[in-house]
């Protein structure tokens, strides 16, 4: 790969996430919470982000390497740019987890933090992992968007770089409230030629939020939500919970991470309600703090931020496939979810 080799390693080593393929616990003092917001002053620039083609060669050059891993097209998006599917299926009979990112595509620190556990995935890491799960992962379901390709003007968006990234597809829509209609192209990619087409147990869907969410007065590293819609079958909304005390307990006690309960909705056009009706799938919503591009300030974090939240990112991917291979997933108390405050906003900094 091209720019994330060179410039991303940067914020990855600032991060200190990954040290010769292998994951660090504790790079930080402080929670990611308290990294810099924009404030009209931090550098926030979406050159430093991997383009979509270079996501497309780096997911082929490991695709070459790895070989448990296999890449598939599973659709196109409106403006023509295959979507893709990278799959580790070792035995159909496994507990399978989807990791899906950039629904949003303004929400680009997952993806760069999936793409680097698609290699430590390829690495003696996890050795013996892969036996007993599979894995999934939708590492861009909104490229338009993220390449800033759309139909409609980002002149007052903020980043400066190569290009702006809009949360919107092409056509200005929010791809994550078509999972009921399934209007899109890149809905319907997903739907029929994913979650139609595997069977799945666990799903994490990665997002972003903005940037002065807080929780205990101490500003989050990201939220975390189970499906709340009344129609979701109890078993997996306990299963969902099961998978979100599993990413709690790994990210809120290293001491640099710091979680609050995302305060969402129960409309099932959203993916975390929607697909786990449809598809009984138990999943879990997993917000980061602040985006990477916005027409807002407020919602954006300056790029210093970057290596602790896709450290975050991998860590999450690590500690749900770990939980699921060894079946310790099973057994996790979710008591906590009866206490963890939703997050709420902070008005002053």
């Known amino acids: 790969?091209?720019?994330?080799?060179?410039?991303?390693?940067?914020?990855?080593?600032?991060?200190?996430?990954?040290?010769?393929?292998?994951?660090?616990?504790?790079?930080?003092?402080?929670?990611?919470?308290?990294?810099?917001?924009?404030n009209g002053n931090e550098t926030v620039n979406t050159s430093i982000l991997t383009t979509y083609d270079e996501m497309v060669?780096?997911?082929?050059k490991q695709d070459s390497k790895q070989s448990q891993m296999e890449l598939e097209v599973i659709g196109q998006s409106m403006k023509g740019r295959d979507l893709y599917l990278v799959k580790y299926i070792s035995n159909p009979e496994n507990p399978t987890i989807l990791f899906l990112t950039q629904q949003h595509g303004n929400e680009q620190l997952t993806t760069e933090g999936t793409l680097?556990?698609?290699?430590?995935?390829?690495?003696?890491?996890?050795k013996g992992v892969l036996d007993n799960v599979n894995v999934l992962i939708v590492p861009m379901l909104n490229p338009d968007g993220a390449m800033g390709d759309v139909d409609f003007d980002l002149d007052d968006y903020i980043a400066s770089g190569d290009r702006h990234l809009t949360r919107y597809n092409a056509a200005g829509e929010d791809l994550n409230r078509d999972h009921v209609n399934k209007v899109f192209p890149?809905?319907?990619?997903?739907?029929?030629?994913?979650?139609?087409?595997?069977?799945?147990?666990?799903?994490?869907?990665?997002?972003?939020?903005?940037?002065?969410?807080?929780?205990d007065g101490e500003l989050v590293s990201g939220s975390i939500l189970y499906p709340t819609t009344e129609n979701a079958d109890p078993?997996?909304?306990?299963?969902?919970?099961?998978?979100?005390?599993?990413?709690?307990?790994?990210?809120?006690?290293?001491?640099?991470?710091h979680l609050g309960k995302y305060n969402g909705g129960s409309a099932e056009t959203i993916s975390r309600n929607g697909i786990s009706v449809e598809y009984g799938i138990s999943t879990l919503l997993f917000e980061m703090r602040g985006m990477s591009d916005h027409s807002n300030e407020s919602a954006i974090?300056?790029?210093?931020?970057?290596?602790?939240?896709?450290?975050?990112?991998v860590n999450t991917l690590d500690a749900a496939v770990?939980?699921?291979?060894?079946?310790?997933?099973?057994?996790?108390?979710?008591?906590?979810?009866?206490?963890?405050?939703?997050?709420?906003?902070?008005?002053?900094?």
């Open 301 to 313: 974090l300056g790029q210093k931020s970057n290596g602790y939240l896709i450290k975050q990112t």
């Open 57 to 60: 060669d780096y997911l082929k």
């Open 1 to 38: 790969m091209k720019k994330i080799s060179k410039k991303l390693l940067m914020f990855s080593l600032a991060g200190a996430f990954v040290v010769g393929g292998s994951i660090l616990t504790s790079p930080a003092v402080h929670a990611v919470g308290n990294g810099p917001n924009y």
């Open 186 to 215: 890149e809905t319907q990619a997903l739907h029929n030629n994913v979650l139609s087409a595997y069977d799945i147990d666990y799903m994490i869907d990665l997002h972003h939020q903005g940037a002065n969410s807080e929780r």
């Open 235 to 257: 078993e997996v909304v306990h299963k969902s919970k099961q998978l979100g005390a599993v990413v709690f307990d790994k990210i809120d006690s290293t001491g640099w991470g």
């Open 116 to 126: 680097e556990f698609i290699k430590h995935l390829g690495t003696g890491k996890t």
């Open 322 to 349: 770990r939980a699921i291979s060894d079946g310790s997933i099973n057994n996790k108390d979710v008591s906590f979810w009866d206490t963890l405050p939703t997050q709420s906003t902070r008005t002053t900094e």
